[in-house]
Every structure is written in structure tokens, then in C-alpha cells.
């Protein structure tokens, strides 16, 4: 008999709405919250709460006996990134456009159909050596509010555009997000003719960021990079910046066989 590609063994999605709950909270719970939570009662969830502490998946606090994330599902996340094995390459030239300009300079990659995932944000603010490990409380974006989000819907054709915006949920985050899908369309191709993208009070107010696409042999994006501006940029820096980050571009695409003919 052929097995239904969408069974869902629902004591395991179960037990992994546990995590997401307790990530959702930011912060320890009891076993009395997390039953009312998954509405479950407490003898199940004690076998499944004992199975995640001894796998490192939950931690529990031997004071309270409340529970938190582990270790494990950070481990999990920081594994992530070793799907995209040029992000290290890509660290090493945000790491120096972040010292240099003493802004944050982000990495991410588009999941679809509207959101982009951050790899790794480095910040003139980490401990040295250690900002390409640091990830944000939020590493899970709308596409189409965000620099990052755009530079691979900019570079889509009009026919894979058009299907994306079709499915995509344009949320007003602030009075500036776009939510008109004619007025985004028109916006993103001209982002494209630009060759690089930016945000202007999209995401939140008074954030402005610019980004820009590393494509590969496929001659697709894989990969974005954005850089948050802050208040005291002039537009004389801005433009050496975004110099910066296209040169940045060029350089990577190359080194990942990408041909501009």
C-alpha cells in the first residue's frame, strides 16, 4: 500500500509544539502552563518532557522544576548554516564592512513564500571572534518589508514574481510597507534595474537598511546581505557604503561561478 506523503504522526508533532511553545514564551514554564498549553495530561506530558532533558532538547531548572530550551535545538540551528557552505566566505566581508562602518551587517536566505531566514548577523557590538555566531531574538523576517527580503524577489522573473506575490501576505508593518501588489511589483523591478535594494521605514520606523544578491553558477540569488543604517549616515557615506556592498557582490557571485555575459 502506498504511504500518504502527508501522515503526520501527531504525538510527534505534539511533542515538538512543546519547543515551539516554550521558544514563543522566552522563558522557563511550568509543567502545570505547558500542559494547559498543549492541553495534554500530565503523565503524557512528563514521559515527553523526561525524553527532551535527556536528549539535551529541554533543560530543567532543579529549583523551580520549570523547563526551558536545551542546548541541542541551539546546535541544531547553528547546523543550519552548514547548508550553505559559502556563508563563512560571506562572513568574513560583512565581519569587515561592520568594523569598518560600525553598523550591523546581515546574511540571509529566502525561504519561501514570504519570509527570509538571517544566517548570522554581526554587529560592532559582539564580543571579538564570536559575531558571526550571533543570531538575533528574531531570525525570521517578511520578505517583502526587509532589504534582504527583496534582493531575491527583485531578482525573480516576472512570471515566478507574480506567483510569489499571489501567495504572499503583504502585512502592514509600518505606514511605509508596501501592501499594494501592482505598487510592490512595480517597485521590485525597479530594484532590479538598480542592481542592489533597500528599506526605508518598511519594517520598522526609523530603520533604513540596503542589500544586495549573491548569485552562483545558476545565475540565481542565493544568498543576501543588508546593512542597517543608522540615523547619523550621511548621504555622502550611504553611497560609499552601497559602493561597498556591490563590490562585495561582484567579488562573491564570481567566486561562486557566477558569469555576468
Known amino acids: 500500500?502506498?504511504?500518504?506523503?502527508?501522515?503526520?504522526?501527531?504525538?510527534?508533532?505534539?511533542?515538538?509544539?512543546?519547543?515551539?511553545?516554550?521558544?514563543?514564551?522566552?522563558?522557563?514554564?511550568?509543567?502545570?502552563?505547558?500542559?494547559?498549553?498543549?492541553?495534554?495530561?500530565?503523565?503524557?506530558?512528563?514521559?515527553?518532557l523526561n525524553t527532551f532533558v535527556a536528549r539535551d532538547y529541554l533543560e530543567k531548572d532543579p529549583v523551580s522544576g520549570h523547563y526551558s530550551?536545551?542546548?541541542?535545538?541551539?546546535?541544531?540551528?547553528?547546523?543550519?548554516?552548514?547548508?550553505?557552505?559559502?556563508?563563512?566566505?560571506?562572513?568574513?566581508?560583512?565581519?569587515?564592512?561592520?568594523?569598518?562602518?560600525?553598523?550591523?551587517v546581515n546574511i540571509g536566505v529566502f525561504r519561501a513564500p514570504d519570509r527570509v531566514i538571517v544566517l548570522s548577523t554581526h554587529s560592532?557590538?559582539?564580543?571579538?571572534?564570536?559575531?558571526?555566531?550571533?543570531?538575533?531574538?528574531?531570525?525570521?523576517?517578511?520578505?517583502?518589508?526587509?532589504?534582504?527580503?527583496?534582493?531575491?524577489?527583485?531578482?525573480?522573473?516576472?512570471?515566478?514574481?507574480?506567483?510569489?506575490?499571489?501567495?504572499?501576505?503583504?502585512?502592514?508593518?509600518?505606514?511605509?510597507?508596501?501592501?499594494?501588489r501592482k505598487a510592490f511589483f512595480k517597485h521590485l523591478r525597479d530594484l532590479q534595474k538598480l542592481g542592489y535594494t533597500y528599506e526605508d521605514?518598511?519594517?520598522?520606523?526609523?530603520?533604513?537598511?540596503?542589500?544586495?544578491g549573491v548569485k552562483d553558477h545558476t545565475r540565481r540569488v542565493v544568498a543576501g546581505m543588508s546593512v542597517v543604517l543608522n540615523p547619523f549616515i550621511t548621504e555622502e557615506d550611504r553611497t560609499v557604503i552601497l559602493q561597498e556592498l556591490v563590490s562585495v557582490k561582484n567579488i562573491l557571485s564570481y567566486n561562486l561561478g557566477y558569469q555576468n555575459d
Open 1 to 48: 500500500m502506498e504511504q500518504n506523503p502527508t501522515t503526520i504522526l501527531k504525538s510527534l508533532d505534539r511533542a515538538l509544539e512543546l519547543i515551539d511553545i516554550l521558544e514563543k514564551a522566552g522563558r522557563p514554564m511550568s509543567v502545570a502552563e505547558l500542559g494547559k498549553a498543549l492541553n495534554v495530561n500530565r503523565t503524557t506530558l512528563y514521559a515527553t
Open 69 to 104: 530550551i536545551g542546548l541541542r535545538p541551539v546546535e541544531i540551528g547553528l547546523g543550519y548554516r552548514r547548508k550553505y557552505p559559502f556563508i563563512q566566505m560571506m562572513d568574513a566581508q560583512a565581519i569587515q564592512i561592520s568594523k569598518k562602518w560600525n553598523l550591523q
Open 124 to 180: 560592532p557590538g559582539s564580543a571579538p571572534g564570536t559575531s558571526f555566531l550571533f543570531f538575533p531574538s528574531n531570525v525570521n523576517f517578511p520578505a517583502h518589508a526587509t532589504s534582504l527580503g527583496k534582493v531575491f524577489l527583485s531578482e525573480m522573473n516576472d512570471v515566478e514574481l507574480r506567483s510569489a506575490l499571489d501567495t504572499m501576505r503583504l502585512t502592514a508593518l509600518t505606514e511605509h510597507t508596501y501592501t499594494d
Open 201 to 212: 521605514n518598511e519594517y520598522m520606523d526609523n530603520i533604513r537598511c540596503l542589500g544586495i
